[in-house]
């Protein structure tokens, strides 16, 4: 039901933008989000959006660097990673909240996508 791509590998500094493609339910009133997992860490909260795009949360360590956006008419979400590190390698997931008109800071990840590797060298 969520499908994550655009992964891969770039130098630092480089950017890359992330797709999560919503199908099989009405994800358009939904909190969606994206998350990330280097090896032997937990999974961590990256980036939220809410159901209309205008409220959204971003982890500390992308805020002004990562930008999360939504179209709901196509049923995706995108990141946009900028200025990337290499502490930004992980496994990224995106992942929606089965309720509706959730605010980020209430954001739960009942769906998750499969995950896309990004690797950043340094």
């Known amino acids: 039901q969520l499908q994550a791509s655009g992964g891969g590998l770039v130098q630092a500094g480089d950017s890359l933008r992330l797709s999560c493609a919503a199908s099989g339910r009405d994800f358009s009133r939904a909190a969606m989000g994206w998350f990330r997992q280097s090896p032997g860490k937990e999974r961590e909260s990256v980036a939220v959006?809410?159901?209309?795009?205008?409220?959204?949360y971003y982890s500390d360590s992308v805020k002004g660097r990562f930008t999360i956006s939504r179209d709901r008419d196509k049923n995706t979400v995108d990141l946009q990673m900028n200025s990337l590190k290499p502490e930004d390698t992980a496994v990224y997931y995106c992942?929606?909240?089965?309720?509706?008109?959730?605010?980020?800071?209430?954001?739960?990840?009942?769906?998750w996508g499969q995950g896309t590797q990004v690797t950043v060298s340094s």
């Open positions: 992942a929606a909240d089965r309720d509706q008109f959730v605010k980020p800071d209430m954001f739960k990840a009942d769906f």
């Open positions: 959006i809410n159901w209309s795009g205008i409220l959204d």
